[in-house]
C-alpha cells in the first residue's frame, strides 16, 4: 500500500545504490537498538561463559552456536516499486465529436452552461453506474423553449441522447449539479426552475421532489446549484444562492446577505459550501458572507456580493476566499478580512469579469487565480498583482469562467476558456497561446469548458457548450491520444476535487482541497512522472538449535529494501513463535534507526531466544509490523512481504 510520504518521483541509480548500499554495509548493526532501546554489544548473544559457582571463566566454552554475520549487499531491486508513469504527452487538440442537433425537442439546441460530467448508466452490467461506467454528460439545452429549457443526458463516448426532460420549466441557461443525493447509489440530477425553485430527478429522469419557491435567494436565471454534506451527517445538502436545503427539497435556512453572484445585474449564482476554518462544519460561501446550515451569518463584510473561489494563499489550515465582482477581483480571510484586491483587465461596470479560477498555473508550488473579462484572460499573483494577461472577445457579457489542467503532464498547467468565438487554451506559466480553435461559439454567461475523461479513454478531453452558429457539446482531446488520465466526473460548476467522489458520491466529511490540490474549478495538475517507493523484507536467514538442552535458541534475520526508495523512518523488527496449541507470542523486538538503503540489504540482526517456550512450534518475523499496512510506519510499494517465518527442529521436547 502507498502511503503519500511515500509518493516521491526519486529513482535510485545503480551508481547511486552502491553508494548508499556501502554506506548502509559500513554502518553495520550501528542502528540496531535492543528491547530497551540501547545499543547491541559486541557480543550480540551476550553468553555468560562463567562458572555458576565461582564466577570464573571455565576450562572450554560451552557455547556451540557460533556467532554469524550475513553482511549487507546489493540486491536486485524489485519492478514493482517502479512505474515510470505515462510518458510527457503533446498538446495537439483536435475536435473528437460533436453533439449539435437532438432527436426530441430538435429546437432546444443551445447550451450556455457548464457541461457536468459522472455517470448515470449502468453500461459495464455489473449493476451501477459508476467510475468503471462510461461517464454521461448533463446539460440543458434552450432555444424555442426559452427562457426555459430541456434537461438531456447524452454519452461521453459519441453523444448517444440518454434522456430528455422537457417541459419541467427549468432555466434554459441555468446550471446542474449531479451526485447520489438520496444515498441509493446512483447519481441524481438537480437543476433550478425560471419560477424560483429547484427540482431532482435520478438517474432515469423520474422527478423526485419540486422545492419550495426560493425567491430572494436566487436569481431565476443562470443559478448553478451545488452539493455538499454540510453536517457530514451521510445525508448531503443541496446549496443554491443563498438557500440551503436538505436531500429532500426542504428549506434548511437561508441568507440575508450575498448569493454568490453579481447584484443587480441577475446573471446567475455560483455559491458552494466547505469548511473553510476547519472546524467540523462547513459554511456556504458566498462575495460578501458566509452562512452556517440554518443560514445564520458565520462571517460577513461590507463588499458587494460576487462569484466565489476558495484556495489556500497564506500557508496555514485555513482558506481564502476569492471574489469576482464589479470590474474587480479581491482575496478575502476566511474572517471575511480583504486581504488585496485589484482591478480586472478589460472589465468595467458592463463587462464586470466571470467566475474565478485557482490552481498553481506556473508550477511554483503556490496558487495563483484567474479571471476573464470583455476583452481579456488575466492571472494574478496572491498580492493581486497581474502575473499575465491575454486578449480575448466576451463583450456580450464579460463574465465567462475558465477552467485549468496539465494536458501534457509536463508540470506546467494550461488555462482552457471559451468565449464568444474561439475556445482558447493558454500556457499556464505566461500565457503563451497554446490553442485558438474556431471550433466554438457562445452567446456566453457563466459558462465553462469542462474537463474529464468522457469517453473512458484514461486520457482527458476538453467539453464546450455552444450557442449560436454553433450548438450543443463539442468534445476535444489530443490527437495523439498523449494527454494525462483526468477523472471520470465534474459534476457542477463550483468542481474542486474533493467536492465529489469518483462513483458521484458526495463525501461525509470532504477534504479540504486547498490542504491537498490548492485548486478551484481545475483537474489534478500532479505531473506524468510515475511512482518510486521502498520495500522492506525481512528473512529467517539461519536458527541453531545446539544449545537447546541449555534451553537457547539462536536466530539470525537479516531486513533488506529491494525499492527504489530510502527507508529512513525508524521502524521494528519482530520475532514471533508460535506455541502447539496455535498461540503467538512475541519473543523479541529490534528497532531500526539507520537509514535502509535503496537495493541493500543490512548487516544480519542476531537474536537469542532465552528460555525457548516448552511448546514452541515454529517462529516467524515481521519487519514494520508485517502484512499489515495500516499499522506499519513505512509506506511501501509492496505490504505482503514483510513476514518470513521457520518451522524446522525448533528445539524439540
Known sequence: MRSSSSLLLLVVGPAAALALQACAIDNGLSGVK???????????????????????????????????????????????????????????????????????????????MMPAVGSLTDDDGDGDADADDVPDIVFITYGNSYPAGTLRVISGNGGAEILTIANQNLQGTGGVAIGDIDGDGWTDIVAPTTDYKLKMFDHTGALKWTSSSLSGHIYGTSDNPAISDMDGDGNPEI???????????????????????????????????????????????????????????????????????????????????????????????????????????????????????IADFDGDGEAEFAAASGSKYSVFEKDCSVKWQANTQDASSGNTGSSVFDFEGDGSAEAVYADETKLWAFNGADGTVKLQSTQHANGTWLEYPAIADVDADDHAEIVVANTGSKLGIYVFGDAGDSWMPGRK????????????????????????????????????????????????????????????????????????NDGYEDVTDDFDVELYGVMDSGEERLLDTQTITDTVAAATSMDSIAIVIDPVPNTLASIYAKVDHGNNAASGVVGECLEDNNEDSYNENLCPR
Open 489 to 560: 466526473i465534474w459534476n457542477q460548476h463550483a468542481y474542486s476535487i474533493t467536492n465529489v467522489d469518483d462513483n458521484g458520491g458526495i463525501p461525509a466529511v470532504a477534504a479540504q482541497n486547498w490542504l491537498t490540490y490548492n485548486n478551484f474549478r481545475s483537474g489534478d495538475l500532479a505531473p506524468a512522472g510515475g511512482y518510486s517507493g521502498p520495500d522492506l523484507f525481512v528473512s529467517v536467514k539461519d536458527v541453531c538449535t545446539d544449545e537447546c538442552d541449555r534451553d537457547k535458541l539462536y536466530v539470525w534475520l537479516q531486513v533488506a
Open 34 to 112: 535492543d528491547r530497551q532501546g540501547a545499543d547491541s554489544d559486541s557480543d550480540p548473544f551476550n553468553i555468560d561463559t562463567s562458572d555458576s559457582d565461582t564466577g570464573t571463566p571455565p576450562d572450554t566454552d560451552p557455547r556451540n552456536c557460533d556467532e554469524e554475520t550475513f553482511p549487507g549487499q546489493a540486491i536486485t531491486q524489485a519492478e514493482e516499486c517502479y512505474d515510470a508513469g505515462p510518458p510527457v504527452g503533446s498538446f495537439t487538440p483536435v475536435l473528437e465529436w460533436k453533439k449539435d442537433s437532438f432527436s426530441t425537442v430538435a429546437g432546444d439546441a443551445n447550451v450556455m
Open 239 to 357: 446549496i443554491c444562492g443563498s438557500a440551503i436545503l436538505d436531500k429532500r427539497g426542504q428549506i434548511l435556512g437561508t441568507g440575508r446577505s450575498g448569493m454568490g453572484g453579481v447584484s443587480p445585474n441577475n446573471v446567475g449564482t455560483t455559491s458552494f459550501a466547505v469548511d473553510i476554518d476547519g472546524d467540523g462544519q462547513q459554511e456556504v460561501v458566498t462575495g460578501n458572507a458566509l452562512y452556517n446550515m440554518d443560514g445564520s451569518v458565520k462571517a460577513s463584510n461590507t463588499q458587494g456580493d460576487g462569484y466565489p473561489a476558495v484556495g489556500n494563499f497564506d500557508g496555514d489550515a485555513k482558506g481564502e476566499i476569492v471574489v469576482v465582482a464589479g470590474g474587480r477581483i479581491r482575496l478575502q480571510d476566511d474572517d471575511m478580512t480583504v486581504l488585496c484586491t485589484a482591478s480586472i483587465p478589460g472589465a468595467s461596470s458592463s463587462y464586470y469579469g466571470g467566475p474565478p479560477t
